[in-house]
């Protein structure tokens, strides 16, 4: 495997050989494991330049603003599969055929219910609990109710887990909205698919049963399939970390949503629209674009900006395009989309932002259209941790299935050095 040879030289020590391997695209990585036995550690706060893994689900090129799930460009799925494809996709390696996609639709439909034991979860939560804050219970809760599932070593229990997260999450998304409404929870449907389900459980109820609207079904769809995965991020990382351990899938997944939650990460869609909300008029933007630019504000603009890409993001692409066809079906004009497009406006032609190449990213419109369907703020993150959930398993389970070691980083200790307890 190893294609090239690098050599580290430290100041007064013999030259350390490391060897350097090539993946099949992006850069070439230089393997340091062998350092340790040197007494050097290498440090890289944040993971700006170490791949913590080996993979072959995702790949990201961030200055051309690629973004391929197993080799499949995003906008050729997001136009041409669905989300259950795009699971499937993700989890086994290749497009399903016919046969195998309806099989694999319909055993997703047939884990959509949750235990009826888990709705008792929700009485202990306050109802103005944030959505995020019962998903990370919930969802760990799943382990307590599955346990013929929970043996990671075997291939057909992680099958099932996968297929369990996958078919529940929306379940549990929606029940989450309910009862922050005080609404009764609804159960699942198995003639409708699984977006047009999700919207169902989210704003029908006993007394009356709406019709799902198909544009919007195909926009929640489409919001989930620009979710599916996006490498090795700092949730699905935490999943990995998680699984490292040897803990069970539900939760490492609850992990995962834990630290989706953060708003420089997955909370930053609803953020977005929290940032609209306080700029509150387009005549206060200049204000807020200046706040942004400050280095002494803590203020930034949610919704710009990427750790991986530094010229445009390509879901942002298509969600924008979403967008429009939301709007356009619901015959909305939001003053707040107005503010949105003209503070994209701004900031793209701002220099502050051009140098640093600050571009919107999916978060920026993906809230837009989600307050467009009717989803309210607060649920944003548990949309995308809904979409996220067959990256996060597929990483997982990549993981379990090849030898690994549990993830244990370590550190440059600039603490005090070995001192005496004092005698008092
Ligand atoms: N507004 C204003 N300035 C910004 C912003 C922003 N949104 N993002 C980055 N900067 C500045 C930052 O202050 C720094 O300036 P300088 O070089 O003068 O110190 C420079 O741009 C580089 O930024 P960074 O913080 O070093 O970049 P990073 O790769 O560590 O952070 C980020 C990436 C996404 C956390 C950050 O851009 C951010 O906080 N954006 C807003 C939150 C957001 O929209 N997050 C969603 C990301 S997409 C969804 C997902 O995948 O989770």
Same mark, same amino acid.
Request: glycine share 8%; hydrophobic share 40%; aromatic share 10%.
């Given at each position: 495997? =190893?294609?090239? *040879?690098?050599? !580290? ?12 391997? /090539? ?5 070439? @990585? ?20 170490? $791949? ?10 961030? #200055? ?15 136009? *041409? ?7 499937? !996709? ?18 997703? *439909?047939?884990?959509?219910m949750v235990h009826e034991q888990l709705s008792h979860f929700?009485? +202990? ?13 919930v969802v760990g809760a799943l382990s307590a109710f599955y346990h013929d599932s929970l ?10 887990s996968?297929?369990r997260?996958?078919?529940k ?21 198995? %003639? ?26 195909? =926009? ?24 490292? /351990?040897?803990?069970n899938?539900f ?6 949503? =834990? &630290? ?8 930053? %869609? ?25 280095? #002494?504000?803590?203020? *930034?603009?949610? +919704? ?13 692409? @298509? ?7 939301? !709007? ?18 701004? &900031? ?23 307050? =467009?369907? +009717? ?18 398993? &597929? ?5 379990? $299935? ?13 603490? $005090? ?8």
């Amino acid at each position: 495997m =190893a294609d090239k *040879k690098a050599q !580290l030289i430290i100041e007064g020590a013999a030259p350390i050989d490391l060897p350097v391997y /090539s993946g099949t695209l992006g850069p070439d @990585v230089v393997d340091v494991r062998g350092l340790t036995a040197e007494g050097v550690f290498t440090f890289d706060p944040g993971f700006m330049a170490t $791949s913590s893994c080996e993979s072959k689900i995702t790949y990201i090129d961030g #200055d051309k603003g690629i973004l391929l799930h197993r080799g499949y460009p995003i906008e050729q799925l997001a136009e *041409k599969a669905d989300f259950l494809e795009t699971c499937f !996709l993700l989890l086994k390696g290749e497009l399903p055929t016919d046969e195998e996609k309806q099989t694999f639709d319909t055993t997703i *439909k047939r884990h959509t219910m949750v235990h009826e034991q888990l709705s008792h979860f929700f009485n +202990g939560f306050r109802r103005d609990a944030h959505p995020m804050a019962i998903m990370c219970g919930v969802v760990g809760a799943l382990s307590a109710f599955y346990h013929d599932s929970l043996d990671i070593n075997d291939a057909h229990h992680r099958e099932i887990s996968a297929i369990r997260l996958i078919a529940k999450m929306p379940t549990l998304a929606a029940m989450v909205y309910k009862y922050s409404v005080g609404q009764p929870f609804m159960f699942p449907r198995n %003639n409708l698919s699984y977006s047009e389900n999700f919207l169902h459980m989210m704003f029908n109820t006993p007394c009356e049963e709406k019709k799902i609207n198909p544009v919007l079904a195909k =926009a929640m769809d489409r919001v989930f399939v620009l979710h599916a995965d996006h490498e090795q991020n700092a949730s699905t990382s935490t999943v990995r970390l998680a699984g490292s /351990s040897g803990a069970n899938p539900f939760a490492c997944i609850a992990a995962g949503i =834990a &630290a989706l939650w953060g708003p420089a990460h997955g909370g930053a %869609n609803e953020a977005v629209l929290r940032m609209l909300d306080e700029i509150g008029d387009v005549s206060n933007i200049d204000k807020f674009v200046e706040k942004a630019k400050d280095k #002494d504000d803590p203020f *930034k603009l949610m +919704g710009f900006g990427h750790r991986v890409y530094k010229n445009f993001d390509p879901r942002a692409k @298509v969600m924008k395009q979403t967008c429009d066809e939301v !709007l356009g079906e619901l015959g909305i004009n939001d003053p707040q989309l107005e503010l949105a497009m003209k503070l994209e406006e701004i &900031a793209l032609t701002d220099p502050y932002f051009i140098e640093r190449n600050l571009y919107p990213n999916v978060d920026f419109y993906s809230g837009i259209i989600l307050k =467009a369907i +009717g989803i309210p703020t607060e649920m944003f993150t548990v949309i995308f941790a809904t979409g996220r959930t067959p990256g996060w398993i &597929a990483h997982w389970n990549e993981m379990i $299935s090849n030898p690994y070691k549990i993830g244990r980083p370590r550190q440059l200790y600039t603490g $005090s050095e070995q001192r005496d307890y004092p005698t008092r």
